[in-house]
């Protein structure tokens, strides 16, 4: 038997990776974050330094942070100052 020859297989564009850095990254020096932190609070953009101080304060990953509600963080119309957030396994953490 016979096997049939194949066209080759090529990519026609190049990898979307190629020449970047792939896995896991290094993490942020603390003069990065305080740099980020005052970028943002110049720029006036209160929402993002929230985010990003939440984020670097609790330690949270992205996809934690999105599953947030207000609930979480804001009670008796003003923002609480200490929310103990539960990671659960299915990435939807549930603040205490």
């Known amino acids: 038997m016979q ?3 194949l066209p ?3 990519a026609c564009r190049p990898a979307w990776n190629k020449g970047r ?8 020096l603390p003069k990065h974050v305080w740099a980020i932190r005052v970028r943002l609070e110049i720029a006036g953009n209160h929402r993002d330094l929230a985010l990003f101080n939440l984020a670097i304060d609790s330690k949270l990953r992205g996809c934690d942070l999105v599953c ?3 609930a979480g963080v804001f009670a008796a119309g003003q923002v ?3 929310a103990s957030i539960i990671q659960s396994k299915t990435k939807k953490p549930s603040p205490v």
């Open 3 to 5: 096997l049939q020859n």
């Open 8 to 10: 080759a297989i090529r």
């Open 21 to 28: 850095i792939v896995g896991q990254k290094r993490p942020l």
């Open 68 to 70: 947030l509600k207000i």
């Open 80 to 82: 609480k100052e200490r």
